[in-house]
């Protein structure tokens, strides 16, 4: 009889993971990127949105961030937005796989050539974010760096 419990618990904690796993893939839309959209890299630049990388005010305390990375830089890169902002990103590289963390906060994001990432922030706090580069990119990786001001 002990065998048949504890059978039965393995099982329903081996569902339970599918059930979790399956949530976040389909609801909360937690795949990879390179389950997202695909854009020629070559042709970033003239691709909307990336046509227009920027910080766009789209509502009551909500930005949208719209940014390419490139060896080795960020654009936009030193923006600044008001405390209690919630901000959506939406990234691409134009060559290499690169990162997107926001020290002090939950982002951290690959990002990759082609391939639209969309991750999204609530920035309550003031201050001086360091947003940094955590793949290896080149030969400039680690001075791949920029700031986000939350005033
Ligand atoms: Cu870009 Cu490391």
Known sequence: LDEK????????????FMFFTGYQAFALDMAPPS???????????????????GVNKIGESEYEVVM?????????????VPAGSTVHFTLTSKDVVHGFEVAGTNLNAMVMPGHI????????????????CNEYCGAGHQAMSTTITVK
């Open 5 to 16: 419990i504890w059978l039965t618990i393995s099982f329903g904690i081996i569902m339970m």
């Open 35 to 53: 389950n997202k959209e695909i854009i020629d890299p070559q042709k970033v630049d003239q691709t909307a949105p990336f046509d227009k990388p």
């Open 68 to 80: 390419t990375l490139q060896a080795f830089s960020f654009n936009p890169g030193n923006f600044e």
């Open 117 to 132: 990432q969309k991750i999204t922030q609530k920035f309550n706090k003031p201050g001086t974010y360091l947003v940094l």
